[in-house]
């Protein structure tokens, strides 16, 4: 398996400017998560789905940000409008049912807003 | 790939010899925590995992201790190689979901 497969790996763009990050997660992994990286804020959990459903996106910082998965195979996390303050390594991560805590990572986006 | 470069605590060690990484978590209710391994460039990648009715528990060459009393855990890496230079993250369950700690970064001199 390829593992978590996200694009693009470097975004540059500047402030106000729409992002949009994706994620294919791993064949029959049912959950898909967004994290961010950042230095000052560690790893944070933005949402999780489940069976393609949003069950908690209760880290999603502001309204500027929105995540969608159409399918099972496909998740985006979209910024709109950018702020250099969104500047950090988005990570997705996907997992399989009763072991959705053993996370697997992609290697990330880093995202810089100037 | 991708990583931080976060201000991280940092242990050096010598190839061949022994790592000890700590962690102190902050929930007593926490029951499961989880040892990721982030690699420069890379995504966390899981390491091993214990829940709160175990003490200790092994993997290769790592050793999760979990002392609930004063809620701490450790990850033990026996006779570290190169490759085992990366940061390391505590997890636990809050909420349902996982809260990562800030890490600690471990550098082997070869």
């Known amino acids: 398996d390829a593992g978590v497969i996200q694009s693009p790996r470097h975004e540059v763009t500047e402030m106000g400017q729409e992002v949009t990050l994706r994620c294919k997660p791993i064949?029959?992994?049912?959950?898909l998560f967004w994290y961010r990286q950042t230095m000052m804020r560690g790893l944070e959990l933005l949402i999780y789905f489940n069976n393609n459903v949003p069950i908690d996106d209760s880290g999603m910082p502001e309204d500027r940000f929105s995540a969608k998965m159409p399918n099972a195979s496909f998740s985006t996390l979209k910024i709109q409008p950018s702020e250099p303050r969104d500047s950090a390594v988005y990570f997705c991560a996907s997992s399989l049912g009763q072991s959705s805590y053993e996370q697997y990572f992609g290697p990330g986006t880093r995202l810089t807003v100037t | 790939g991708e990583s931080v470069g976060l201000h991280l605590p940092t242990l050096s060690v010598q190839e061949g010899d022994n790592s000890i990484i700590n962690c102190a978590y902050s929930?007593?209710?926490?029951?499961?925590f989880i040892w990721y391994k982030q690699e420069s460039g890379k995504g966390p990648q899981f390491i091993i995992d214990?829940?709160?009715?175990?003490d200790k528990r092994q993997g290769q060459r790592v050793t999760v201790l979990l002392n609930k009393t004063v809620k701490h855990l450790s990850l033990q890496i026996a006779a570290t190689q190169p490759g085992d230079s990366a940061v390391y993250f505590c997890a636990e369950i809050q909420n349902n979901r996982l809260a990562f700690g800030k890490g600690n970064q471990v550098v082997v001199i070869p």
């Open positions: 929930n007593s209710a926490s029951d499961y």
């Open positions: 214990i829940r709160s009715n175990m």
């Open positions: 064949s029959g992994h049912d959950y």
